[in-house]
Each structure stands twice: as structure tokens, then as C-alpha cells.
Nanobody
Framework: QAQLVESGGGLVQPGGSLRLSCATS????????MGWYRQAPEKQRELVAA???????MYADSVKGRFTIFRDSGKNTVYLQMNSLEPEDTAVYYC???????????????WGQGTQVTVSS
């Protein structure tokens, strides 16, 4: 049974926006911090953004000011709002349940299946 389920990916033009969702079980949402990673073809998976259980956030430099991560405790869901998208943002995006300390996110063992984001005209 999937513990993390991503959705919201798609094809968008440069400058456009998308909102990704990651639905979790209540236990995972209560226990873990959450992070969004992405992996482009031929590249390593990289951390994009993370949020602690208390709501502290951190972002990769490449997305600061464009992406926002937030969580909805009523829905056990974490979101990634992506604005001003660029072709370089094209990747498969994954959510992860991990730990957050001193503005650092350490990924855990729970991964979603990924959702494709393609930014192209």
C-alpha cells in the first residue's frame, strides 16, 4: 500500500505555474518532516524544498522565490506551489518523509511514485 501519493504534474509553458500534492497517511504526516525532490534525465535526484512538522521551510537556491512548500494537517497533504517555471525545472518530482533539523532535511525511506513536470513551449 502506497504511503505517499503525488499528483499535480503536467505540461506547462515557461512562466507558468503548477501545484503538486503529496497525500500521506496520518501517522506519516504527524511523525515526519516532508521534502520534495526532483530528478531530471541523466542527473542525480536533488532536494528542492522541505518543511518541518512545525512549519519551518528550506529551499534549494535554484527555486527560492519561485516555489513554496506548505502542509495541510486537515488533509495530511504537503504541497509544492511552483511559479515562474523554467525549462530547467523539468523533472520527475518525488515527495519524501524524513527529518528536519537546523535547516537541513535528511531523507527517509518513504518515497512516492513521482509525478512528471515538463516545462516547454
Amino acid at each position: 500500500q502506497a504511503q505517499l501519493v503525488e499528483s499535480g504534474g503536467g505540461l506547462v509553458q515557461p512562466g507558468g505555474s503548477l501545484r503538486l500534492s503529496c497525500a500521506t497517511s496520518g501517522n506519516i504526516f504527524r511523525i515526519y518532516a516532508m521534502g520534495w525532490y526532483r530528478q531530471a534525465p541523466e542527473k542525480q535526484r536533488e532536494l528542492v524544498a522541505a518543511i518541518s512538522r512545525g512549519g519551518s521551510t528550506m529551499y534549494a537556491d535554484s527555486v527560492k522565490g519561485r516555489f513554496t512548500i506548505f502542509r495541510d494537517s486537515g488533509k495530511n497533504t504537503v504541497y509544492l506551489q511552483m511559479n515562474s517555471l523554467e525549462p530547467e525545472d523539468t523533472a520527475v518530482y518525488y515527495c519524501n518523509a524524513g527529518t528536519y533539523s537546523s535547516d537541513n532535511f535528511r531523507r527517509g525511506d518513504y518515497w512516492g511514485q513521482g509525478t512528471q513536470v515538463t516545462v516547454s513551449s
